[in-house]
């Protein structure tokens, strides 16, 4: 088992940044690759970013790349979302997940956060 707790969500303006959080107990963080997912109201939830177990592989949806930067310190157990340059389409509710496979179909995950509310301001 494994429990994810995000934290650093809020209201920011359009073109500001926050930074995210997820932070991990239980069975061993590095056993896991770690992804960030955000659901809008109405729209299904969608893959953000994904990080590898070392965290020497990232990935990202095409609309972040270049704004969001995912990072992990295993040591620390957490896994971060820097998002920079947020747009209003950027408002959703962010999850961290943990997964002992890899991808960015949310099935493919094992362990989800309670989430963190971002919302930008036009």
């Given at each position: 088992?494994?429990?994810?707790?995000?934290?650093?969500?809020?209201?920011?303006?359009?073109?500001?940044?926050?930074?995210?959080?997820?932070?991990?107990?239980?069975?061993?963080?590095?056993?896991?690759?770690?992804?960030?997912?955000?659901?809008?109201?109405?729209?299904?939830?969608?893959?953000?970013?994904?990080?590898?177990?070392?965290?020497?592989?990232?990935?990202?949806?095409?609309?972040?790349?270049?704004?969001?930067?995912?990072?992990?310190?295993?040591?620390?157990?957490?896994?971060?979302?820097?998002?920079?340059?947020?747009?209003?389409?950027?408002?959703?509710?962010?999850?961290?997940?943990?997964?002992?496979?890899?991808?960015?179909?949310?099935k493919n995950y094992d362990y989800w956060g309670q989430g963190t509310q971002v919302t930008v301001?036009?």
């Amino acid at each position: 088992q494994v429990q994810l707790v995000e934290s650093g969500g809020g209201l920011v303006q359009t073109g500001g940044s926050l930074r995210l959080s997820c932070a991990a107990s239980g069975r061993s963080f590095s056993f896991y690759a770690m992804g960030w997912f955000r659901q809008a109201p109405g729209k299904e939830r969608e893959f953000v970013a994904g990080i590898s177990r070392s965290g020497g592989n990232t990935y990202y949806k095409d609309p972040v790349k270049g704004r969001f930067t995912i990072s992990r310190d295993n040591a620390k157990n957490t896994v971060y979302l820097q998002m920079n340059s947020l747009k209003p389409e950027d408002t959703a509710v962010y999850y961290c997940a943990a997964t002992a496979g890899s991808g960015t179909y949310y099935k493919n995950y094992d362990y989800w956060g309670q989430g963190t509310q971002v919302t930008v301001s036009s």
